[in-house]
C-alpha cells in the first residue's frame, strides 16, 4: 500500500514538474497585467489584442502556411521514397537509409547552418522559400521512418497479384500499395506538420526579409520581453492541438475497433 | 518489383539538401578566407588551432559536461517513471504517455521562457520562500537553471523509449525468474534492467544530442554569461560572420555526437528500431 503511494507521488511530481510552465502560461494568459509574476486580476483583453496584432498573425500565417506546404511535400515525396527504397538491392538501402538518418541525429544547429551554407552558395535570398526547402529536408526522414514499417508489415505479393492480373505499376501503387501503408502515410504526415509548427533551430537560420514565424517571433520578444498577447495565442493553439488529439484518438480507436472485427 | 524509381527523386533531394551541405560545412572548416567571396578560400588548419585554446576548450567542457549530467538526470528521473507507467494497466499507461507528448506541442521557447516566471528574483516559487520569511534565492542565470532547462526540454526523450522496450518484455520471461524463486529486486536487476538497456541507449542518444547542441536553453535561463558550444556556432553564423570558425565547431560538434552514437549502438542490437521506437 506504502509502496503504491510513493509511486503515485512519483508520477504527480513528474507531471507537476512538466505541467507547470504550462499551467502558469495559460494562467497569465488571463492576467490583467503585463508585467511577469504579478497577478493584477482576469481579463480577456490579449485575446482580444492578438486579433489585433499585426506581426503575430503574419507570424502565424507563415507557420500555418509552410508547415501545411512541407507537410504535403515532405509527405509526397517521403512515400514515394519510401516505397522506393524498401525495393531496393541491399547495399543502396543501407546508405540510403543511413544518410536518411544524418538529419535526424544530426544536432538541429549543425542542419540549420549547413543549409544555410548552402543556399549563399547557390546564391538564394534568404526568405519564405529558402525556409520552406530547409523544413521538407527535415521532415522528409520522419515520413520515410513512419512508412517503412507499415511497407514491411504489407504482403509483399499484393502489388505483383494486382500487376500479374493487368494492373499497370502506377495503378497498383494507388489502388494496392498506397491503401495498404496509408496509416503510415498520415502518421508521417502529422509528425511533419508538428515539427515544422514548433521548429525554431532551421527556421532562424533560414529565414530572412521579414519572413517570420511564431518561434522566431517569440525568440525576438524574449529580448525585449514577452508581449502576453502570445501566451493568449499558445493556449488557443494547445486548445487547438487537444481538440485534434482528441480527434485522432477517436478515429484510431474506431480502426482498431473495426480491425478487430475483420479478425 | 520494379518500383525502386520512386525513391530517385529523394535520393536527388538527399544529395543536394544533405550530402552538399555538410560537404560545405567542411570544406569551410579547413578554409579560410572572406565568408562571402569563394574564390578567396585557401586551406587552412587556423580554425581547429584558434578552437583548441583554452577559452573556446572551457566552453565545449561546460557543453559537454552540462549535457552529460542532464543526461544522467534524465535517466535517473526517468527510468523509475517509465518502469512505473509501463506497470499500469493499457488504458491508463496510453493516457500517461500521451501526458509525457503532450507538453511537447506548446512551443518549448515558450515554455522554456515560463520558468523565468517560476524562478525569476520575483517568481512565483521566491514570493512563497519569501513569504515564509526566507531570503530569496539566485535559481536562474546560473548553470542549475540551464542544466533544470534541459532536463524539462529531453525528459519525455528518455522517458519515451524507455517505455516502449518496458512494455515489450515478454512477461513470461520475468514469472519464469519468479518460478525459479528469484525475488523482485533479482528479477529487475537480471531479467528488466538488462533487456531495457537498448531503450536507455536510445534515450541517452536522443537527451545528450539536443543537450549538448542547444543554445537557447542557455540564452534563456543562462544570461548571457553562461555560453556552450551552439551558443558560439550561433554567434559565427548569425553575428560575427566567420563562417569558417563556426564550420569547424560544428564539425567539432559532429565528432562528439559520432563518439555517442558509436558508444550507445554497441548496446543497441535492434538498430533499425531504435529511432523509429519514439514514434
Request: proline share 4%; hydrophobic share 50%.
Amino acid at each position: 500500500m506504502v509502496n503504491k503511494g510513493i509511486k503515485r507521488l512519483y508520477t504527480f511530481l513528474i507531471f507537476l514538474f512538466l505541467y507547470a510552465p504550462i499551467i502558469v502560461l495559460i494562467v497569465f494568459s488571463f492576467n490583467n497585467s503585463k508585467s511577469r509574476g504579478v497577478w493584477a486580476g482576469f481579463t480577456l483583453k490579449w485575446y482580444i489584442e492578438l486579433f489585433q496584432d499585426a506581426n503575430i498573425l503574419k507570424a502565424l500565417y507563415y507557420t500555418i502556411l509552410i508547415a501545411v506546404l512541407s507537410a504535403i511535400i515532405s509527405t509526397i515525396i517521403g512515400t514515394f521514397a519510401a516505397i522506393g527504397i524498401s525495393n531496393m538491392p541491399g547495399i543502396s538501402k543501407k546508405i540510403v537509409l543511413n544518410l536518411n538518418y544524418l538529419p535526424v541525429l544530426n544536432p538541429d544547429i549543425v542542419t540549420a547552418v549547413s543549409l544555410m551554407v548552402l543556399f549563399r552558395f547557390l546564391r538564394l535570398d534568404f526568405g519564405f522559400t529558402t525556409m520552406l526547402l530547409s523544413h521538407i529536408t527535415f521532415c522528409i526522414p520522419y515520413v520515410i521512418l513512419s512508412v517503412l514499417p507499415k511497407l514491411k508489415q504489407m504482403n509483399k505479393h499484393l502489388a505483383e497479384a494486382a500487376m500479374d492480373l493487368g494492373a499497370t505499376p502506377f495503378y497498383a501503387l494507388r489502388k494496392v500499395v498506397i491503401p495498404e501503408i496509408m496509416p503510415g502515410i498520415i502518421t508521417g504526415a502529422l509528425i511533419a506538420f508538428t515539427l515544422s509548427v514548433d521548429d525554431f533551430v532551421i527556421s532562424f537560420f533560414n529565414t530572412g526579409k521579414g519572413v517570420s514565424n511564431l518561434s522566431i517571433e517569440i525568440f525576438s520578444m524574449t529580448r525585449r520581453g514577452i508581449n502576453p498577447v502570445i501566451n493568449a495565442l499558445s493556449t488557443l493553439m494547445f486548445v487547438g492541438l487537444m481538440i485534434m488529439l482528441l480527434i485522432i484518438n477517436k478515429r484510431t480507436e474506431k480502426n482498431e475497433l473495426e480491425k478487430g472485427e475483420i479478425r | 518489383m520494379k518500383m525502386k524509381k520512386t525513391a530517385y527523386p529523394y535520393v536527388l533531394w538527399l544529395g543536394i539538401f544533405i550530402v552538399i551541405p555538410l560537404l560545405l560545412i567542411l570544406y569551410f572548416a579547413f578554409t579560410r578566407g572572406d565568408s562571402q567571396n569563394f574564390s578567396t578560400f585557401t586551406f587552412s588548419l587556423d580554425n581547429f588551432k584558434r578552437f583548441f585554446t583554452p577559452i573556446y576548450l572551457k566552453v565545449l567542457g561546460r557543453s559537454v559536461n552540462l549535457a552529460f549530467i542532464s543526461t544522467i538526470l534524465c535517466l535517473i528521473i526517468g527510468y523509475p517513471a517509465a518502469y512505473i507507467i509501463s506497470k499500469e494497466k493499457v488504458s491508463k499507461r496510453n493516457i500517461m504517455i500521451l501526458m509525457f507528448v503532450i507538453p511537447m506541442w506548446m512551443n518549448f521557447l515558450l515554455r522554456t521562457y515560463a520558468w523565468l516566471t517560476l524562478l525569476g528574483r520575483n517568481g512565483l516559487i521566491n514570493s512563497i520562500i519569501t513569504k515564509i520569511g526566507l531570503q530569496p534565492l539566485d535559481l536562474i542565470y546560473n548553470d542549475k537553471a540551464v542544466l533544470l532547462g534541459m532536463v524539462y526540454n529531453f525528459l519525455p526523450f528518455m522517458v519515451l523509449p524507455i517505455y516502449s522496450v518496458l512494455v515489450k518484455i515478454d512477461k513470461s520471461l520475468i514469472e519464469a525468474a519468479e518460478d525459479l524463486g528469484a525475488n523482485r529486486i533479482t528479477v529487475f536487476s537480471k531479467v528488466i534492467f538488462p533487456l531495457s538497456i537498448p531503450g536507455i541507449m536510445t534515450g541517452i542518444t536522443m537527451v545528450f544530442i539536443p543537450a549538448v547542441s542547444t543554445f537557447i536553453i542557455s540564452s534563456l535561463l543562462g544570461g548571457n554569461k553562461y555560453n556552450l558550444i551552439g551558443n558560439l556556432i550561433e554567434q559565427q553564423f548569425r553575428w560575427t560572420g566567420d563562417w569558417h570558425f563556426g564550420s569547424s565547431m560544428s564539425i567539432i560538434l559532429m565528432i562528439f555526437i559520432l563518439i555517442t552514437m558509436a558508444f550507445t549502438s554497441k548496446f543497441d542490437k535492434d538498430k533499425e528500431g531504435g529511432g523509429g521506437g519514439l514514434w
